[in-house]
């Protein structure tokens, strides 16, 4: 029997679903897994990182263990779970995770986003990794955590899995507004979602962008602008002009436009002043102008 330690780089905050498996293996044979103590020796530790260095340092402290095992897209992008522990059911327990489940449906993307991993860490196809029943089993609640699930030819039958469950579903990662269709919104609305997300992260998608959200808007469930969040990225290769008129169209069209700073540690204080502005939606709705926001400041 081996002691295995875990170490959750990032935080505990959210969740770390590979060492979720990795514990649930690990017990399944008979291994002691416990959160890692620098004071006590391992058999084997497991730390997981899913931020780079710029936003999550590395753990400084040395591990006193026959074998550490570092992993995650925080380190690399090629290291995966082996197949045994990929498909095991998480060990729910190592987190206070109040009634919700974790997991990927399917993995890939076939956008191919400059600024995103998935294209060279999974695939430039989206496709079906797992059903429902792999990471759910009765929770309240269940984070979605893929990358493009409405790029799966499958999708249809992933959405109809979820609606059966009853459960409040998070797609927290956002759905593909560009590829919306009569068909799959009306799945989309059978699921019991709070807050629906999209993204507009170029500036040279407008069309198609708008096309979705606008078909959403015909024949979509959510209604209100706070529960239908558009992520907008900003920082990457659009000027502050462009950034305004995204979020001043979003919101003209009633969603909620939602600011992600690419590389934040080299934004200028401008652009940090927008997400402020924009992501505090008390400022956002009473404060029409962002020009009369930075008036303020």
């Not at 269940?142 to 059966?164: F, G, R, Y």
Request: proline share 3%.
């Amino acid at each position: 029997m081996a002691k295995i330690g875990l170490i959750d780089v990032d935080s505990h905050h959210y969740p770390n679903l590979a060492l979720m498996k990795i514990s649930a293996y690990h017990k399944s044979i008979g291994d002691t897994v416990e959160w890692w103590n620098a004071f006590m020796s391992y058999d084997r530790v497991y730390q997981a990182k899913i931020f780079t260095e710029e936003y999550t340092k590395d753990n400084e402290y040395f591990v006193k263990a026959d074998e550490v095992i570092k992993g995650g897209t925080g380190y690399d992008l090629k290291n995966k779970l082996p197949n045994e522990i990929e498909h095991i059911f998480p060990d729910y327990s190592i987190y206070p995770t109040k009634d919700t489940a974790y997991g990927f449906l399917t993995r890939g993307c076939p956008r191919g986003c400059h600024f995103c991993v998935v294209a060279e860490k999974e695939g430039m196809k989206s496709i079906q990794v797992a059903d429902l029943t792999e990471f759910w089993n009765g929770q309240k609640n269940i984070e979605v955590l893929d990358p493009n699930l409405l790029a799966c030819k499958n999708h249809i039958t992933l959405l109809k899995q979820l609606s059966e469950t009853n459960s409040t579903v998070n797609p927290s990662q956002g759905l593909d507004c560009r590829l919306l269709t009569e068909d799959n919104i009306y799945w989309l609305n059978q699921i019991k979602i709070k807050t629906m997300r999209f993204a507009w992260d170029y500036m040279r998608e407008e069309m198609s962008v708008i096309k979705g959200l606008e078909l959403y808007n015909k024949y979509g469930k959510i209604r209100e602008k706070r529960n239908k969040v558009v992520y907008v990225l900003v920082n990457y290769d659009t000027t502050m002009e462009e950034n305004l008129y995204r979020i001043y169209k979003l919101r003209d069209m009633g969603y909620a436009p939602y600011v992600m700073i690419y590389n934040k540690p080299s934004a200028s204080k401008e652009i940090k002043r927008l997400q402020r502005w924009t992501n505090n939606r008390y400022i956002f709705w009473s404060c029409e102008k962002f020009e009369d926001y930075m008036k303020i400041q």
